[in-house]
């Protein structure tokens, strides 16, 4: 059997990708939302400043006029902020493996290389573009 791997870098690395998926999509739309948590926060401080600071009834009644904004923010952070402790635990489990299956996947294809390969070339030098190769890309 024949071990084909992608020859172009950016293919290379999404051949792996594509089989942890869902993992990665993941970690793609908790970045996102830390995105939007930092273009949406500087709205609702100003929602919440315009509110006080145009506020014409009894002192007792300013919170309800920054209620709504204000819960915003806060419900926007506290999932702004799940989102990025679920993206870190994730990361600690999704990275290892896809570096492991990289590893594995050369292994194969060196693997595959003729005995004149292996003569020409030391074991350590081989060794050593098998363990580097993941954090090279």
């Given at each position: 059997m024949i071990f084909m791997l992608p020859k172009n870098p950016l293919s290379f690395i999404f051949h792996f990708i594509k089989k942890q998926k869902v993992k990665f999509l993941y970690l793609l739309l908790t970045?996102?939302?830390?995105?939007?948590?930092d273009a949406l926060f500087p709205y609702f401080i100003k929602h919440i400043v315009n509110g006080v600071q145009f506020y014409q009834g009894p002192a007792t009644k300013i919170f309800a006029a920054v209620a709504t904004p204000l819960i915003a923010l806060i419900a926007l952070w506290a999932v702004t902020e799940i989102a990025g402790r679920s993206q870190g635990i994730l990361?600690?489990?999704?990275?290892?493996?896809?570096?492991?299956?990289?590893?594995?996947?050369?292994?194969?294809?060196?693997?595959?290389?003729?005995?004149?390969?292996?003569a020409n070339q030391f074991a350590g030098n081989i060794a050593k573009k098998l363990s580097d190769l993941p954090t090279s890309c």
């Open positions: 970045s996102a939302m830390w995105a939007i948590n990361s600690i489990y999704l990275f290892p493996k896809f570096r492991a299956q990289i590893r594995e996947s050369i292994l194969h294809y060196i693997k595959q290389h003729s005995h004149e390969y292996f």
